[in-house]
C-alpha cells in the first residue's frame, strides 16, 4: 500500500490536471497487475463497505492514545474528518510490519464483517501499531468508509488510456457498474473483447452542458432537436439475450427496483439499448418527482407502491440496435431507428421523448420562462447531426432550465464543515415564519463565496445562543435567498414542506429578519408547483 499512499500524497499536493493524470500514468507503470486492479477500483470509490462502527473506534483510539474519550470527540470536532483525526491522536509507532497489498486489506476488510467485536479491535488496534503516516490516514479512511483520492473518475480514465493505449471511450465502458476486484482480475476486465462478453453493462451516459447566453446568437434553432427536460432518473434500459437490465446514470443497477420493465424482455429487439428519463407517469401525464422517490431505496417494491407509483421511461435515444453499437450515428438517424422500434413495440411502458417545435430562440426561451407550466424543467438542446459522446462534452447537448423557486428565510442553526472546512461554519438551516415563530424548513451549504462564508463564520462564532454537539443555534438576524428545483409535502418535515436541491442564491444583506419569508408563502408556491 506504501506506493499507493506516495500517489496520494502526490495528488493531493496539486490541483492541476495534466500533473495528476501523469502522476497516476507513473503509478499505473510501476506497479503489478493485481496491485493496479485493486487501486484502480479504490480510486473510482469502489471501496469495502465498512465493517466498523465509529463510535468504537473512537472509544479504540481513546484507548490506544490514553486519552479520555472527551478529548477524541472534541479533537473530531475541531478537525472535522474521522479519519485524519484518529492518524493524529494515534501514538507514532515505528513501521517495522511487513507491507500489505491493497488485495490483503480488501480481504481483511470484507472479511471483517464477520469477525466478533474482539476480533474487529485487536486487528484495527495491530494496524495502528503498525501504521504510521499518510498509511495511516489511508487505512483510517477505509474503515471508516470515507476514502476519496483527490482525481475524478474522469482523470482516470484518461489516465488508464494513456497507459493502456485505448480510447477513453473505451475505458470508461470498461470500468463501468459496480464490478468487485476481488472477483475479477485485471485481465479479464481490461480484456479487448470484455465489451462483448460484459452483455449487462451500459454504455457511459453522454451529459450537457448547461447553455450560454452566446449560445443563442451564433446558432441556428433548424440545426437542433428540442425536448422537455423531465425530472426522472436517467437511465439505460437494455435487452441483451433475453435478458433485460436497467442502469442509472449513477452506474447502479436499478432492474429489481423497477419490476413493471421486465416484460420488455419479450418485447424489444435483442441487442436494444435505449438511453431516457425513467419517470412515474399516470393518467397519460408525469406525476410528481417525490412520488417516485417512495419507491427509491426500498428493498422491497410491494404491490402497493407498483400502483401508487407507476413508471414509464420516456425515450430520447438508441444506443444500440440489433446488438450494434450506434453511438457514431447523428442523432436525427438514432432518434428514426428508435421511433421504429416504439412504433413497432406500442408498449405504454416506453414513451417517445416529445420534440417540440419553435419558430426561433424567443418561442424556446419563452416556453423554458414557463416550464412548470407544463410540467418539465426546461429544455433539452440537442444538435441534429451530434453522435453520442462520453461524458460532459461541450458543442452538441445542453441544458436550458428553468429559473429556480426562490424563498427569503433566516438563518436559524450552523454547523462546520469537513474537510479543509472544518474549521468553519459552512453547512446552515434555515426557516421562515409562522405566525411569531420560525419553523425551519431547509439545510444549504452551498452558494456563498469564499469571503461571505468566512463573513458568516465570524458571525456565527460571535451570535451563538445554545450549542448541540456541532450544532450552534444562532441570533435570528440574517436573511439568505434559498433557491431550489421543487417543493412537495412531508411528513418529516415540522413546516410540512419539503424542497429539492436547496442551496443559498444571495445573502440579502438589504432585508430585516422581519422581511424574510412566511410559510404560508412556501405553501403557495406548494400548491402551484407541487412536485
Given at each position: 500500500?506504501?506506493?499507493?499512499?506516495?500517489?496520494?500524497?502526490?495528488?493531493?499536493?496539486?490541483?492541476?490536471?495534466?500533473?495528476?493524470?501523469?502522476?497516476?500514468?507513473?503509478?499505473?507503470?510501476?506497479?503489478?497487475?493485481?496491485?493496479?486492479?485493486?487501486?484502480?477500483?479504490l480510486l473510482i470509490g469502489l471501496k469495502p463497505?465498512?465493517?466498523?462502527?465509529?463510535?468504537?473506534?473512537?472509544?479504540?483510539?481513546?484507548?490506544?492514545?490514553?486519552?479520555?474519550?472527551?478529548?477524541?470527540?472534541?479533537?473530531?470536532?475541531?478537525?472535522?474528518?474521522?479519519?485524519?483525526?484518529?492518524?493524529?491522536?494515534?501514538?507514532?509507532?515505528?513501521?517495522?510490519?511487513?507491507?500489505?497489498?491493497?488485495?490483503?486489506?480488501?480481504?481483511?476488510?470484507?472479511?471483517?464483517?464477520?469477525w466478533s467485536l474482539g476480533q474487529q479491535k485487536e486487528y484495527v488496534l495491530n494496524n495502528w501499531k503498525m501504521l504510521s503516516g499518510t498509511d495511516l490516514f489511508i487505512f483510517n479512511k477505509l474503515i471508516t468508509?470515507?476514502?476519496?483520492?483527490?482525481v475524478s473518475k474522469?482523470?482516470?480514465?484518461?489516465?488508464?488510456?494513456?497507459?493502456?493505449?485505448?480510447?477513453?471511450?473505451?475505458?470508461?465502458?470498461?470500468?463501468?457498474g459496480k464490478w468487485n476486484p476481488l472477483e475479477i482480475t485485471f485481465d479479464s476486465l481490461f480484456n479487448q473483447n470484455a465489451i462483448e462478453s460484459k452483455e449487462h453493462l451500459p454504455y457511459p451516459f453522454y451529459l450537457a452542458y448547461a447553455?450560454?447566453?452566446?449560445?443563442?446568437?451564433?446558432?441556428?434553432?433548424?440545426?437542433?432537436?428540442?425536448?422537455?427536460?423531465?425530472?426522472?432518473?436517467?437511465?439505460?434500459?437494455?435487452?441483451?439475450?433475453?435478458?433485460?437490465?436497467?442502469?442509472?446514470?449513477?452506474?447502479?443497477?436499478?432492474?429489481?427496483?423497477?419490476?413493471?420493465?421486465?416484460?420488455?424482455?419479450?418485447l424489444l429487439p435483442h441487442g436494444t439499448v435505449i438511453d431516457g428519463e425513467i419517470i412515474p407517469w399516470k393518467d397519460g401525464e408525469p406525476l410528481p418527482f417525490s412520488t417516485m422517490q417512495t419507491r427509491i431505496g426500498r428493498k422491497n417494491v410491494t404491490k402497493k407502491y407498483l400502483e401508487e407509483a407507476p413508471l414509464v421511461m420516456v425515450c430520447y435515444d438508441l444506443l444500440e440496435e440489433n446488438g450494434k453499437d450506434i453511438r457514431t450515428?447523428?442523432?436525427?438517424?438514432?432518434?428514426?431507428?428508435?421511433?421504429?422500434?416504439?412504433?413497432?413495440?406500442?408498449?405504454?411502458?416506453?414513451?417517445?421523448?416529445?420534440?417540440m417545435q419553435f419558430s426561433n430562440w424567443e418561442e424556446a426561451r419563452f416556453f423554458r420562462d414557463n416550464a412548470r407550466d407544463y410540467q418539465c424543467e426546461g429544455l433539452m438542446i440537442k444538435r441534429s447531426n451530434s453522435p453520442y459522446e462520453v461524458g460532459r462534452k461541450k458543442g452538441n447537448w445542453y441544458k436550458f432550465k428553468t429559473q429556480p423557486l426562490s424563498i427569503d428565510a433566516v438563518l436559524l442553526y450552523a454547523q462546520s464543515g469537513s474537510g479543509r472546512r472544518s474549521n468553519l461554519f459552512t453547512d446552515y438551516t434555515f426557516a421562515v415564519w409562522q405566525d411569531d415563530q420560525l419553523v425551519p424548513f431547509a439545510k444549504a451549504y452551498s452558494?456563498?463565496?469564499?469571503?461571505?462564508?468566512?463573513?458568516?463564520?465570524?458571525?456565527?462564532?460571535?451570535?451563538?445562543?445554545?450549542?448541540?454537539?456541532?450544532?450552534?443555534?444562532?441570533?435570528?438576524?440574517?436573511?439568505?435567498?434559498?433557491a431550489f428545483e421543487g417543493i412537495s409535502e412531508s411528513t418529516r418535515h415540522k413546516s410540512g414542506v419539503a424542497v429539492r436541491f436547496p442551496r443559498i442564491a444571495r445573502w440579502r444583506?438589504?432585508?430585516?429578519?422581519?422581511?424574510?419569508?412566511?410559510?404560508?408563502?412556501?405553501?403557495?408556491?406548494?400548491?402551484?408547483?407541487?412536485?
Open positions: 500500500m506504501r506506493k499507493f499512499a506516495e500517489l496520494f500524497d502526490t495528488l493531493d499536493s496539486t490541483t492541476k490536471t495534466n500533473v495528476k493524470v501523469q502522476a497516476l500514468v507513473n503509478y499505473f507503470k510501476i506497479v503489478n497487475k493485481e496491485e493496479l486492479l485493486f487501486s484502480i477500483a463497505k465498512r465493517a466498523f462502527k465509529t463510535t468504537l473506534l473512537r472509544e479504540w483510539c481513546a484507548e490506544i492514545a490514553e486519552i479520555p474519550l472527551w478529548l477524541v470527540e472534541d479533537s473530531y470536532y475541531i478537525v472535522g474528518d474521522l479519519a485524519e483525526t484518529l492518524a493524529l491522536l494515534i501514538p507514532k509507532h515505528s513501521n517495522n510490519s511487513q507491507e500489505k497489498t491493497l488485495k490483503v486489506y480488501f480481504n481483511e476488510l470484507t472479511e471483517a464483517h464477520d468508509g470515507n476514502l476519496r483520492v483527490g474522469t482523470l482516470v480514465v484518461r489516465a488508464l488510456a494513456h497507459f493502456l493505449q485505448e480510447e477513453t471511450s473505451t475505458i470508461s465502458h470498461l470500468i463501468i447553455v450560454e447566453e452566446s449560445f443563442f446568437e451564433s446558432e441556428n434553432i433548424q440545426d437542433f432537436i428540442l425536448e422537455k427536460k423531465l425530472d426522472g432518473i436517467r437511465g439505460e434500459i437494455i435487452l441483451r439475450n433475453n435478458q433485460i437490465y436497467i442502469w442509472s446514470r449513477g452506474e447502479d443497477l436499478l432492474t429489481d427496483k423497477f419490476p413493471e420493465f421486465d416484460p420488455l424482455k419479450n450515428y447523428p442523432l436525427t438517424e438514432r432518434r428514426n431507428k428508435l421511433i421504429k422500434i416504439l412504433e413497432n413495440l406500442n408498449s405504454p411502458l416506453l414513451l417517445l421523448s416529445e420534440e452558494g456563498l463565496t469564499d469571503v461571505e462564508i468566512n463573513k458568516v463564520d465570524r458571525w456565527v462564532k460571535r451570535n451563538t445562543l445554545e450549542k448541540f454537539g456541532p450544532v450552534r443555534s444562532v441570533k435570528p438576524e440574517l436573511v439568505f435567498e434559498i444583506e438589504d432585508k430585516s429578519v422581519n422581511e424574510a419569508n412566511t410559510l404560508e408563502d412556501l405553501n403557495d408556491l406548494l400548491a402551484k408547483y407541487k412536485n
